[in-house]
């Protein structure tokens, strides 16, 4: 279907930094598959010049101006647009209570970025106030909803594929040249929630959820966590956490770096009967499955998507809204919270304490 034949949903963006980029670039490409029209009607940034630039990366310069956004120097213009359904936060992690909590108050549904906030109490100050008012909010935790991942669920839990589920091993490391970076960074200051846990840490969190439980929010079962995090100037580039679920004897080695490179090949699960490993440009980004299973041909499934493949996780938050839904099945408020909580122990353990934790 021609997506203008499509219920339409209209995106106000806040920032104009890398992940709204690419997030609006994703959701003005055409997809038979799409479940609404998406529409950005409303752009908040610090400045005209920011929000133009956006404007001419985002929007081929044949777009009509009809259907380019309107740009506000004040995000706050963009929580009271009446032609705003849905706000999206793609701002650095601090700024993300405040924000949610200001759409929610203007009515808005919200999908805002990783991490949900900085830690669980304020996650739950969100969750709280959206119940409150009856709009819908999520945590925008991309890579949940592609296909990949969605295939990896029933391979491992339903075919049971590679029989009992033993052991995960999952990295993020991207090299972010820390030493080079301004302390202003948003990696680097700790008032912005600097750092690799909630920055990267989040993905391997996500895997090992996916691999070793399989549940969310209130379904899912708490692991045993153990953390030590390299920390410099007070926020840490290197973390290293093992997640122990002993009643489903199950163990999860999980890393992530600011400082180091990773591999390809980024989780590696093993079972009883085989092994299957996911591979991609990036921890957040899968493109492939290899499965090996004793006695059988390896085999390796490749997942194409023009794009970044934002419109996946867009589209399902579309489909919830129009039909009224108030939480994402998939990542559900209680998930946000029990990811915040799981952070909340592994900076406990490794030393890390920001402003908003006071
Ligand atoms: N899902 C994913 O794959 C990704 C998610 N993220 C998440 O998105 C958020 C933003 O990350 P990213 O896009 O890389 O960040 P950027 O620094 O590239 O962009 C952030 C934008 O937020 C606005 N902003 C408002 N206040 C500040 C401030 N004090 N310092 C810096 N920027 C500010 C700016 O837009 P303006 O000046 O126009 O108002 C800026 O361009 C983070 O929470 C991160 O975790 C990031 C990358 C990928
Ligand atoms: O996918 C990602 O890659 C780069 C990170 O800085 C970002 O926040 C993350 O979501």
């Known amino acids: 279907m021609a997506s203008n034949q499509l219920p339409p949903i209209r995106w106000g963006i806040l920032g104009t930094g890398w992940v709204s980029t690419r997030f609006a670039a994703d959701l003005l490409i055409s997809r038979s598959s799409a479940t609404a029209h998406h529409k950005i ?5 610090s400045s005209q010049e920011k929000g133009a630039g956006f404007l001419t990366t985002v929007f081929p310069s044949s777009s009509p101006d009809s259907i380019k956004p309107k740009i506000y120097t004040n ?13 999206y936060i793609g701002t650095p992690h601090s700024y993300h209570k405040e924000q949610c909590l200001a759409a929610i108050a203007a009515g808005k549904h919200v999908l805002c970025e990783k991490p949900f906030t900085i830690n669980a109490a304020e996650a739950e100050e969100v969750v709280a106030a959206a119940k409150a008012k009856g709009v819908y909010v999520m945590e925008a935790v991309w890579t949940r909803f592609f296909p ?26 991207l090299d972010k040249e820390m030493e080079t970076l301004p302390a202003s960074h948003r990696y680097k200051d700790i008032n912005l929630g600097g750092g690799a846990l909630l ?12 691999v070793l439980d399989g549940k969310v929010g209130t379904e899912a079962s708490n692991p045993e966590v153990k953390a030590t995090l390299l920390v410099i100037d007070g926020v840490d580039h290197e973390d290293v956490v093992v997640m122990k679920y002993p009643a489903m004897r199950r163990i999860g080695i999980l890393t992530g770096s600011l400082r180091a490179k990773g591999r390809e090949e980024f989780l590696r699960v093993e079972g009883s009967k085989g092994v299957i490993t996911v591979s991609g440009p990036a921890c957040s980004l899968p493109r492939t ?29 579309a489909k919830d809204v129009l039909e009224g839904r108030k939480e994402s099945s998939v990542v559900p408020l209680a998930e946000s919270v029990r990811m915040m909580k799981i952070m909340d122990e592994i900076r406990r353990q490794g030393g890390v304490v920001y402003p908003q934790d006071e």
Do not use: N
Not at 41 to 45: P, S
Not at 76 to 85: A, K, L, R
Not at 307 to 315: H, L, Q
């Open 41 to 45: 009607t409303a752009l908040g940034t």
């Open 75 to 87: 995000y706050g213009d963009v929580y009271i647009d009446p032609e705003v359904d849905i706000v």
């Open 148 to 173: 990949l991942v969605l295939d990896l669920k029933r391979l491992l839990h339903s075919e049971k594929i590679i029989g009992d589920i033993q052991r995960l091993t999952c990295d993020f490391s």
């Open 199 to 210: 920055d990267i840490g989040v993905y391997p969190l996500m895997w090992s959820s996916i």
């Open 289 to 317: 499955l290899k499965i090996q299973v004793e006695g059988e041909e390896e085999k390796v499934i490749a997942y194409d998507h023009e794009g970044y493949g934002f419109y996946f996780e867009a589209d399902a938050v």
